[in-house]
């Protein structure tokens, strides 16, 4: 991955919060991302198609569901900026956060022990 490519990904505030929410919560999908930013769905989707297309993230189905994690295959530099920003940038997230854990009705993940 270049970093031009990795830095113009993340040079959205939208773009940047999913990401480090995706973070947080290992994986979310497009329904819990509208709660947690207050965005519409077609704006999720979009950004979420241009951090997946830059391979920062990738994504599985399960069932209706389409869930949203990081790539483990992002280089160990991408991985170690993340987490760096990902722990001084706590307030960034934070209201997002709160909106996210206060959300009713949030998709069922399968179990870890089960596979797909």
């Not at 919560?25 to 497009?30: F, G, I, K, P, R």
């Amino acid at each position: 991955m270049m970093p031009t490519t990795f830095f113009k990904a993340l040079a959205d505030e939208t773009r940047l919060k999913s990401l480090l929410l995706i973070r947080a919560e290992n994986e979310l999908c497009v329904c819990e991302l509208m709660t947690a930013l207050e965005q519409v769905q077609p704006k999720i989707s979009r950004h979420l198609a241009q951090l997946k297309k830059a391979q920062i993230l990738v994504d599985r189905r399960q069932g209706q569901w389409v869930f949203y994690h990081l790539n483990p295959d992002i280089p160990t530099w991408v991985k170690q900026l993340l987490e760096q920003t990902f722990s001084a940038n706590q307030s960034l997230i934070k209201a997002p956060l709160a909106r996210l854990q206060a959300m009713g009705e949030r998709p069922q993940r399968a179990q870890a022990c089960c596979s797909e």
